[in-house]
């Protein structure tokens, strides 16, 4: 078992600290040979403990108060690299008594942290801060000019049917373009200049060096005409157009989300201008203070007579199909607006307090009927209904006394109980959210960090806050099936999490696209509208009483094999050279087609023309390799695109190259060959 073991497994003496074994693994890793290791100690291998911080650290095993020490340092190998290791040290009862310690090398789930966070802060085609790092950096510049008391402008820009780029010249030529805009616009904007890209087509620029609503219309026009000059890529010239929104600080808005959100909606109506490129925001603060108003009443109101009542939106499992959880979701009938979704009166709540009333109104609520579906056997033992909880909540004290009274009069085992946690929540005060998480914990509640995703940035703490699961931002699972940015976060986050040992849930998933994407990248669970939407208690009574399941493929099929091609005759030259060979035969006309179809089906092989619209297939099978990388890629083509087509064999991206007309057998051996390299692939991923 010591040699076979993964870890690395050193076992020295409790006294002298002299190694006596190391394991295979952990001799490789190192370098040293077994008698070189058994002149050595632990402490010969690491920079960071001498023998005082290490007997610190043992003193509770030789005093017999633990079982196990667990620490994180830096090992350093024979020849001087170092990397990061996670220990668990225990002492065995022997003679003499020794130390066992399991080593866990960090440095891939290091890397892996440090990628999410790159791509949580900036945006991936231009390098320019995403939004979310934006209004870090746009608060903290508030806040000096607060001190200094001097304006602020934000603008809003938008490229006016930027998508007709990628539809004409394909997104390799669309994302160059908006790298050159980038660069164009940082110019711009100068020293003073902040710039960030929001979305596709649309760039955020908060500048400090405005003083007057002239100078802004200056720089609006400048960041305009760094827009509008011709871009010329690949021998195309392209033409845009832009549509600028303005905010101020602090005339129109304090904070940073304000300031973006009121440049964007000047923003909306520059672009329902036919005339001007740019609009300011103007102030209605009295119709709308009003208004806020009498909604704040009417929800203080709304609770004192229980007019709000609970949805809950299952929660699935992708290895069995079965609902395994609920979240539960606050909707507000209002006597005169009906019907409210929580986005029209949650941020009202939390601005007012009356989130805290409110919560505890949902909380008391979805344990009572969790104990209700408890008694009548509809949930078993593993389920759990998820309550969201607001970060004023948390610190307004007495939830866990809440929680203790709710399980003590329900007698309901606390483990049902989920609750969604967010980001600004755990980052707030993080030594009292750690022990407030303890306490949550010792009842035995589950915790999630919902929207995971976004702007996350502290993935430090994820074990110290001993969450159980990570949600999925939507935003991600959107695209996730066609945008290989999407994917990759998707991928990463799902591979750190279960190195974590947390669960990972999808949210918003809308397709049966997504979702079996998502089983294959081994998911554990999703949330949305494609398995339902969220219902009254009464109908997920009647859900759960039948039983009602994910439809799950059937993992009993023919190898699948996919043509990629826009010629029709093309592509039944194909079908008719490889359908005595028992395949399941898939065709798409597009890049963008093929990638849903991919989504949905475990494609073995792939077949592709090099030159078809939208993408090439160079391009769409180098997002394939990102997205679905056991799938084994083929080009075939008729033209001397040698270079490109060389390039990706050589990244890895194409597994053969047939040209036009191809030898029937030679490609029918090939695609055998490839379903074979599928096949290992599985079986050692499934290892």
């Avoid at 609970?310 to 006597?335: C, F, M, T």
């Avoid at 110290?464 to 099936?481: P, Y």
């Avoid at 039948?546 to 023919?558: I, V």
């Amino acid at each position: 078992m010591l040699a076979r073991s993964t870890n690395e497994i050193h076992i020295f003496d409790s006294q002298t600290l002299r190694f006596i074994d190391v394991n295979q693994g952990g001799r490789d890793n190192l370098g040293y040979s077994t008698q070189e290791l058994e002149r050595m100690t632990p402490l010969d291998i690491n920079p960071e403990l001498n023998e005082e911080a290490f007997e610190q650290l043992c003193a509770p095993l030789r005093a017999g108060s633990k079982s196990r020490c667990d620490f994180s340092t830096i090992h350093r190998r024979k020849d001087g690299s170092e990397y990061p290791v996670e220990v668990h040290l225990e002492l065995i009862d022997d003679q003499p008594p020794l130390f066992v310690a399991i080593i866990n090398d960090m440095t891939e789930t290091r890397q892996m942290q440090e990628r999410i966070v790159q791509l949580s802060r900036y945006d991936p085609v231009t390098g320019l801060p995403n939004q979310f790092f934006f209004e870090d950096l746009l608060a903290a510049a508030i806040a000096q000019a607060e001190h200094q008391q001097h304006d602020i402008a934000v603008l809003r820009l938008d490229i006016e049917n930027f998508h007709t780029i990628d539809d004409t010249y394909g997104y390799e030529i669309g994302d160059q373009t908006l790298k050159i805009i980038a660069n164009r616009l940082v110019k711009a904007a100068g020293s003073e200049g902040l710039v960030t890209r929001m979305a596709k087509d649309n760039f955020n620029i908060a500048c400090s060096d405005i003083d007057s609503p002239s100078a802004a219309e200056q720089f609006a026009e400048a960041l305009r005409a760094a827009v509008t000059e011709s871009v010329v890529l690949a021998q195309h010239e392209i033409h845009l157009e832009a549509k600028i929104g303005i905010s101020f600080y602090p005339s129109d808005a304090k904070t940073a989300s304000e300031l973006v959100q009121r440049a964007g909606i000047a923003l909306n109506h520059a672009k329902a201008d036919k005339v001007s490129s740019f609009r300011f925001f103007k102030q209605d603060m009295n119709e709308r203070l009003l208004a806020r108003i009498a909604l704040t009443n009417d929800m203080r109101h709304a609770i004192e007579r229980e007019q709000f009542e609970l949805y809950y939106q299952p929660q699935v499992d992708l290895a069995s199909g079965k609902i395994i959880g609920l979240e539960a979701l606050v909707r507000w009938n209002h006597p005169v607006q009906g019907f409210m979704p929580p986005n029209k009166f949650i941020p009202l709540a939390e601005e007012s307090g009356l989130i805290v009333p409110l919560g505890d109104w949902i909380l008391k609520r979805a344990v009572s009927q969790a104990k209700e579906w408890r008694d009548a056997g509809l949930i078993p033992e593993g389920f759990t209904v998820a309550v969201n909880v607001s970060a004023i909540q948390m610190q307004a004290g007495g939830l866990v006394d809440l929680l203790k009274q709710l399980f003590a009069d329900t007698d309901l085992p606390a483990r049902y109980i989920e609750l969604e946690l967010t980001e600004s929540l755990l980052m707030t005060n993080v030594s009292e959210t750690l022990t407030l998480l303890k306490q949550l914990k010792d009842l035995s509640i589950q915790l999630s960090i919902d929207d995971f995703g976004p702007g996350y940035s502290s993935l430090s703490y994820l074990k110290q806050f001993s969450v159980d699961k990570l949600k999925i931002d939507k935003s991600f699972i959107d695209n996730v099936v066609t945008d290989s940015n999407d994917a990759v976060i998707v991928q990463a986050t799902i591979a750190m999490a279960h190195s974590l040992g947390l669960a990972v849930i999808a949210e918003g998933v809308e397709s049966q696209g997504q979702t079996s994407y998502l089983r294959r990248l081994r998911c554990d669970q999703i949330q949305g509208y494609y398995f339902s939407r969220p219902l009254p208690g009464a109908e997920i009574r009647q859900l759960l009483q039948a039983g009602t399941l994910l439809r799950l493929p059937s993992d009993e099929q023919k190898p699948q094999v996919l043509i990629v091609d826009d010629e029709p005759y093309i592509m039944s030259a194909l079908k008719r050279c490889l359908w005595r060979d028992d395949y399941e035969i898939l065709t798409a006309g597009s890049g963008q087609e093929a990638l849903e179809l991919l989504a949905n089906h475990p494609v073995m092989v792939i077949i592709c023309d090099q030159r078809m619209p939208e993408m090439t297939g160079t391009e769409f099978l180098s997002r394939v390799k990102i997205m679905h990388p056991r799938t084994v890629r083929m080009i075939i083509s008729g033209y001397a695109d040698l270079n490109t087509i060389t390039e990706a064999v050589n990244k890895g991206e194409i597994y053969k190259f047939h040209k036009k007309p191809w030898d029937d057998d030679e490609l029918r051996n090939d695609v055998r060959e490839g379903i074979a390299r599928y096949y290992a692939s599985e079986n050692i991923r499934s290892l």
